[in-house]
T-cell receptor
Framework: EDQVTQSPEALRLQEGESSSLNCSYT??????LFWYRQDPGKGPEFLFT???AGEEKEKERLKATLTKKESFLHITAPKPEDSATYLC???????????FGPGTRLSVLP | ETGVTQSPTHLIKTRGQQVTLRCSSQ?????VSWYQQALGQGPQFIFQ???????GRGNFPPRFSGLQFPNYSSELNVNALELDDSALYLC??????????????FGPGTRLLVL
């Protein structure tokens, strides 16, 4: 059975304090790994798609990396507006059956 | 480009009732997926529709059913509501075909409360 775990469950950072979120997955034949950001009471907002080990993607203060067993979302010099829940999802076939992790709740304090 | 929209935004039902949730896909997208998200958890895949046909289903009972229309909008129907059905229901659309199909764009969700 495909599984996705995320750590830590919650993270508090001071503004400017860089850190990383982890997404570990067990899936047979990974096709893609996805990162989303979700604000309270809203739908997830797409951030990145990673397809193969060694791949990296960047967007503003965020950088996502992928290995054969896990992905990291690095946040450099975060700002309070980066506070949200970050979700990781995997799929092993064409768009079906996204398996999401439970998310990491990030709080960035001014 | 219009994003994914869902209606209604909030809904309150009683146990045993039936509910229909609606989703309009993003312009140019022909694939719609539905997810259930309980409080504090990640979304759980319910099913996906591709060109009006069901294209995959998660571990949900048959009382969860759906439709996709020729304009690619979609409905999620839940019969015989149970208290545990209280959740945020998310619709996501994607372009379909090749790697582009994997990237799913989500709507704002419908918050369902079953009393």
């Amino acid at each position: 059975e495909d599984q996705v775990t995320q750590s830590p469950e919650a993270l508090r950072l001071q503004e400017g304090e860089s850190s990383s979120l982890n997404c570990s997955y067990t899936v047979s034949g990974l096709r893609g790994l996805f990162w989303y950001r979700q604000d309270p009471g809203k739908g997830p907002e797409f951030l990145f798609t990673l397809y193969s080990a060694g791949e990296e993607k960047e967007k503003e203060r965020l950088k996502a990396t992928l290995t054969k067993k896990e992905s990291f979302l690095h946040i450099t010099a975060p700002k309070p507006e980066d506070s949200a829940t970050y979700l990781c999802a995997v799929t092993r076939n064409y768009g079906q059956n996204f398996v999401f992790g439970p998310g990491t709740r990030l709080s960035v304090l001014p | 480009e219009t994003g994914v929209t869902q209606s209604p935004t909030h809904l309150i039902k009683t146990r045993g009732q039936q509910v229909t949730l609606r989703c309009s896909s993003q312009s140019g997208h022909n694939t719609v997926s539905w997810y259930q998200q309980a409080l504090g958890q990640g979304p759980q895949f319910i099913f996906q529709y591709y060109r009006e046909e069901e294209n995959g289903r998660g571990n949900f009972p048959p009382r969860f059913s759906g439709l996709q229309f020729p304009n690619y909008s979609s409905e999620l129907n839940v019969n015989a509501l149970e208290l545990d059905d209280s959740a945020l229901y998310l619709c996501a659309s994607s372009r379909g075909g090749g790697r582009d199909q994997e990237t799913q764009y989500f709507g704002p969700g419908t918050r369902l409360l079953v009393l």
